[in-house]
């Protein structure tokens, strides 16, 4: 046995095992080190695999060495490879930022168990992400999302609403999970097996009421999760209330995460055989991603909460990703793999921004951003650019998920999508253009709450920021990492999908 | 001598390091301006030799990286950017001078922001100028667009951030939401960017089709530095900026980086004689007429000098997409010209207009009768700058005026010609009024005394002029009007590789 051969099961077992070990570390600054440290390995150990995966194409891993379908698979291939990457990337320069923001939002002696949620979260997410088993998704996805509820409410130590929030949060989310269960039932009555490939195989011609009620439960559940508009309405408060460094890593990968299910279970379960799939794609993704887009971008517009208007700019992003799946086209399918790591750079660096707003201020009201160009011209410009890639403007991750999804509507022949998603990009303009005039023209209040001394935020939430906003920057000039791996892999699941509908 | 390859991205390089070196030297504000001086300085002898090697018929350029497949950063000097360049590289360092001599005269803050802006910014004109593709120039025109921001809202106030918020809205509005898929549009049907001598999109006209009038909609549209009527509003608001920035952004580098593109994508991209032969560009050029006659009769109402010079860029910015959308050899090489002559007339008229503020505090042309009196040397140059506008010879603006009249008639489209003659006598009515009644007519309250900062002015007598540096840039600008007059013709030889000749 070595190392190489078990590098897939790594990103999952490494946090697993690490998350107990932090209740047993002292308080204080162990857990969080610990804790970072964990999310460095899990990140060397993904970026290790995307490599692997490059190199030799798919890697099918037999949990325990039982052989699929009757064991647990692991399974990947360039896309979920670069999703592994990406969430273990997202957690390695949050998990080092939470320290600060962490001391001051979260109850002292809920800190340890602060980053034990936050190590099981991200097991979930992996984990849900590199398996290749229909029900192990599932126990995945509830490990991520209990752990998920548990860290919202810490957020109650700043503000009671967090538990409200992440109550809702609870109900909201069970029921996807419930949905989501029961969907993998039915599939389960008719084929009798839970292994990805081996459902793929099985459904090939299976056309029944019981498979179709069965796809239906599986996309309403995951919709929920993904924060699908309508079925958003968990997530704005979810997101204002957490703590901040929870907000930056849930917004930045939760959904993505979701968002990677829904495509995986379209293309590689389902496949376009199942006539389902195509009505799916035109009758319900893309006009829920045109109405989220535009519904979500105008409540943002209204915001004066900046975490608010940030969580309502989310879900109208999660439009412009169902929108790029619904063309059903490798180019669509490009454009929202490649939106998913994009926008998680983007809204990562934003909420992170918001934090350090919070960390000085205590509030993430836009009364609060009053002036900050002169207070924290740093954050101020992180904040900005972040602001610039969620539009769109050249030289940004946003430009490139821009450009890739107007190819795809015009090459689809969907051409007034792409002025649909210009526009929706323009609201994006305004909602970011009402904080950054806050920030940049108007004088810091001498009296008041907000009224506090010229003061940057500490370096060790200011370099971890830095290195998103500047792999805004980095991966949107340079996209061979991004593009033309998404490209490959969005080619290898329309392959598997059976071509286009 | 530095070869024109290097030319070009030293000429990218050097504005920025200038910025870099007024930031650095904040707290002393003569080296601070000596930084700028001696950048615009390097930069001008860059963009000539670029120039020369231009006009030896070389085209130097050179490629970044590729982004995505098709889709690199990349340059290229072709005749028309390195035209754009040389003026906003040379009426930089005449802008430079003036912003010393008015910025220092009225006190104004932030100094070392706003010429740190304006380094960015001409940076940004100069990537515009060079870019080789449509790719390159759109990431230079956000660029450009953000750089000035700071300069529009320099006053901080309530004023200023409407003004700000407009700018920003208008220019970033149509350039995402019509310019951009128009690119995206052309790359899907292309399956590049590049701009190709005779059209990138003509060889592609079966995958166009019909559709080429609404993409070329798009372009001029969505290009609203171009400020083509409706997508004007921008440019009237950003005259809350100080003067130099209406006098070079808003009279040459912003406005002139959106006509030139829109000529560069009627060239390079459609090619002249597949419009003229699709006949799509025939609607944007009535538009385009109407965008000059509607914005001189704007203008005619606006009392403030300048409102009522923005109105007339408005107008005068149209008569450059005209020539475009004319689509015949002389219309582009009217609209070519009128891009130095107009650069010249229009920002000699407004340094006069912040002369006159700066000695006077006038901004309204009502208060100015009389004033030519005491302020011979800003009124002469201002005659002169408004008589090359309005088109009359000797003057450099008559040149455009002549070949897109020639244009028109090659074009077939002779009621273009009366609109050109209805415009350049609504021209002399609101633009030659303006010093005639400065010189003839006497003061309405018979107060022409000074009243900004004391001490700072040329006051001899009778004479109470603005402080040099804010009288010897418009002077030299229009002595540089009447000059092109007389070497058009090297300008046309330069020039014609545009239309296929040379």
Redesign the interface.
Known sequence: MNLAEQLPVLPVIIPLVAAPITLLLPQGRAPHLWATLISWLTFAASIALVRMVNDTGLISYHLGDWAPPLGIEYRIDLANALVLALVSGIASVVFAFAYRSVRVEVDPRQSTFFYCAMLICLTGLMGVTITGDAFNVFVFLEISSLSTYALIAMGANRDRRALTSSFNYLVMGTIGATFFVIGIGLLYQATGTLNMADLHDRLAGQSNRMVEAGFAFIVVGIGLKLAMFPLHLWLPNAYTYAPSAVSAFIAATATKVAVYVLIRFFYSVFGFDFAFVGHAFTYVLLPLGLAGMFIASLVALFQDDVKRMLAYSSVAQIGYMLLGLSFATVEGLTASLVHVLNHALMKGALFMAVACVVFRTGSHSLQAFAGLAKRMPVTTWAFILSG?SL?????TVGF?S???L??AA??AGH?YA??LI??S??IA??YI?RVA?MM??REPPSEGPYAIPLKEAPLSMLIPMWVLVAANVYFG???DLT?DLATRAAEALMLAAGGAP | MISPGLAIPLALWVPLLGCLAIWLLDKSPNLREAATLITGVILFALTVTIFMAVSEGHRPGFQVLEVIDGLPIAFQAEPLGALFAVIASGLWLVNSVYSIGYMRSNNEQHQTRFYMSFAVAISAAIGVAFAANLFTLFIFYEVLTLSTFPLVTHKGDEKARRGGRIYLGVLMATSIGLLLPAIVWTYVIAGTTDFMPGGLLAQHVDAAGPLVGILLGLYAFGIGKAALMPAHPWLPNAMVAPTPVSAFLHAVAVVKAGVFAILKIVIYIFGIESLHDTGASVPFMWIAAGSILLASAIAMNQDNLKARLAYSTVSQLSYITLGAMLATSMGVMGGAMQIAAHALGKMTLFMCAGAIYVAHHKTLISEMRGLGRVMPFTFGAFFLGAMSIVGLPPMAGSWPKFFLMLGAADAGQLAIIVVLIISSILNVVYLLSIPVQAFYMNPADGDVKPQGAGGAFIDWGALKEAPILCIAPPMFTAAGVIALFFFIDPLYRFLLPLIGGG
Do not use: D, H, N
């Open positions: 610039l539009i769109g403007v050249p030289l490139i821009k450009w890739y107007l190819t015009f090459a051409g792409a002025f210009v526009a990009s323009l303009l305004v253009g005039e940049l023209l000039v340079r996209t593009g």
